[in-house]
């Protein structure tokens, strides 16, 4: 038969690549991933777990676009199985930030706090970059809206981070760091949790959006039935 047997769209249909959310999603990639070098050097010479779960942030969310550009254009149901991966590697960067939280709060390790605002600042200007450009595809199925989380998470983070160098170059301890480090570890595992629900809803609702449901012809539109006088 020509015409398609669902009333909705099918979990086997591909909707058509999109060429501005494509070139997007490749800048953001190139972003993080330079992003992911800057920081983790920048972590380990000044000794900052919020740079460091910062880092793993950056490491994160390019493996997630990587992830969105091989999937782009592919049946909803499959987007949905790399969108529950995605979001299963966000819960364990979360845990293992936490981690690296907790060793740092245990060894009372106090970071360079001039290193940690530049790069946070640097960071910062990244992450609102990359967010500003994908705002217009925060909306959507769970792969696009895995993208937007990560993006939207990483931006508040880096605030965060800024933050926490203020607070240990006026504080003189470690502390405000850690503190950052652990809310970062707590909204990669919020994410994580958001991601996998909406992963999940799609594919048990067998490939359709999970806030998109089709409805029946006959539920579309409720007709009053006309009164018949007695």
């Known amino acids: 038969m020509g015409a398609s047997c669902c009333a909705g769209p099918c979990s086997s249909e591909k909707p058509p690549a999109d060429p501005a959310y494509r070139r997007v999603l490749w800048a953001a990639l190139l972003v993080n991933a330079a992003m ?13 777990v919020s740079l460091k779960a910062d880092a793993m942030d950056f490491l994160s969310d390019a493996a997630n676009y990587a992830i969105s550009l091989f999937v782009l254009g592919a049946a909803l149901a499959v987007r949905a199985r790399a969108t529950l991966v ?5 819960g364990a960067v979360g845990l293992v930030v936490a981690g690296n939280t ?5 060894l009372l390790t106090v970071p360079g706090a001039e290193v940690m605002g530049a790069v946070g600042l640097l960071a ?14 925060r909306d959507g199925d769970s792969n696009r809206r895995s993208v937007w989380i990560c993006s939207r998470n990483d931006a508040i983070g880096n605030v965060a981070v800024v933050l926490a160098a203020a607070g240990v170059f006026g504080t003189g301890t470690g502390w405000p760091d850690i503190v950052v480090a652990a809310v970062m570890a707590g ?7 958001q991601i996998t629900r909406q992963a999940l809803a799609e ?8 806030d ?4 029946r012809p006959a ?3 409720a007709v009053p039935s006309p009164r018949v006088p007695v």
């Open 36 to 48: 992911f070098g800057v920081e983790i050097a920048a972590g380990a010479a000044a000794g900052s």
């Open 86 to 90: 995605k979001g299963l590697s966000l």
């Open 102 to 106: 907790l060793h740092n709060a245990l």
């Open 124 to 137: 910062l200007a990244a992450n609102v970059g990359v967010a500003a450009l994908l705002y217009a595809w």
């Open 187 to 193: 909204l990669a595992v919020s994410g994580a949790v």
């Open 203 to 210: 594919l048990r609702g067998g490939g359709h959006p999970a």
């Open 212 to 215: 998109a449901s089709p409805r």
């Open 219 to 221: 539920e579309q539109t």
